[in-house]
């Protein structure tokens, strides 16, 4: 684990056994302790074997913190849950639902990845009703000891919601403030159903408010220049629209505009930095799937 601010770590959770894909947050308060976005099912051995190795054990851990359900955030909650049933489950109001049934959820996911749901994502479990809090933003919460606001922060995702730990200034942002590796290109995640380009700016807004001294991206760790990295966000959400928007006017099927535009920003991205940090990106965030979040957004509009 890499230390954030005091009582605050971070792990690479080795998604498919490649470093910097999925990071999960490890907080220790004084009465307990916070994971947020604990990750998927198939890193669950490696978060377990880092909290073995920062001794400390599942019985202290009283509450995890969701960003949003995607299974690459919130995929091994429920499998935590059938383990440590004491454990409180905080989501937005528009993600519980799917937490405590998630068949809907899992359809929705299936239609994106298919056959290569297990080996990705491994098990989704249900999770009891009893052990969810639900969130709508604006709340104060109280967790492991420690105090968080929440602020609700939809674009990538409608049920998203950011933590600040105002007490170090570090800000919690899941997938709202983007997927950035080693300090590379800031690519905006935009895979279906959810991306809204209004409600984005909205909520990177809302997240320059609390004026976080530290970003933490679940793709990929701490940021501390934390405005321009917003704005680069912010510049290449606009331009990743555009070029989709692009495509839609262009012949051909969407499979072809999408790998046309995964082509694209292939290309931009490797004006700005080595191949080597490039083949990280997809790993979090596959290319053909950021176009189809937002051509699914450009169609809705009109
Ligand atoms: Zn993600």
């Not at 198939?42 to 377990?48: G, M, N, P, R, V």
């Not at 299936?110 to 749901?117: C, F, P």
């Not at 380009?197 to 679940?218: C, D, H, K, Q, Y």
Request: charged share 20%; net charge negative.
């Amino acid at each position: 684990m890499t230390t954030l601010a005091p009582g605050m770590s971070w792990v690479d959770l080795q998604f498919l056994g490649r470093s910097k894909a999925i990071a999960a947050v490890v907080i220790q308060g004084p009465a307990g302790t916070v994971i947020v976005d604990p990750g998927p099912t198939t890193c669950l051995a490696t978060l377990d074997l880092a909290l073995q190795r920062h001794g400390t054990r599942w019985s202290e851990v009283t509450a995890l913190l969701l960003t949003h359900i995607h299974l690459d955030h919130a995929g091994a909650t429920g499998t935590i849950l059938r383990e440590h049933p004491g454990i409180t489950v905080y989501v937005h109001e528009r993600g519980a639902p799917h937490m405590i049934n998630p068949e809907k959820l899992l359809a929705s996911a299936t239609r994106l990845y298919g056959a290569d749901m297990d080996r990705l994502w491994g098990e989704f479990a249900a999770v009891p009703e009893a052990n969810v809090v639900v969130l709508r933003g604006g709340e104060r919460i109280e967790a492991g000891g420690r105090t968080f606001d929440v602020a609700y922060t939809p674009g990538h995702a409608s049920h998203h919601v950011s933590y600040y730990d105002a007490a170090s200034g570090v800000a919690f942002v899941g997938d709202t403030a983007g997927v950035s590796i080693d300090g590379g290109y800031v690519l905006p995640p935009t895979p279906p159903p959810d991306i809204n380009l209004e409600l984005w700016r909205e909520s990177v807004a809302a997240i320059e408010a609390w004026s976080p001294g530290t970003l933490f991206m679940t793709h990929f760790g701490p940021v501390m220049h934390v405005r321009p990295h917003l704005q680069s966000l912010m510049e290449n959400l606009e331009q990743a629209a555009r070029w989709v928007k692009e495509t839609l006017d262009e012949p051909g099927t969407d499979e072809e505009r999408a790998s046309r535009y995964a082509e694209r920003l292939r290309h931009d991205l490797r004006r700005h930095m080595t191949e080597a940090q490039m083949q990280a990106y997809p790993v979090a965030a596959p290319f053909e799937q950021l176009w189809l979040g937002l051509a699914r957004y450009w169609r809705k509009k009109v």
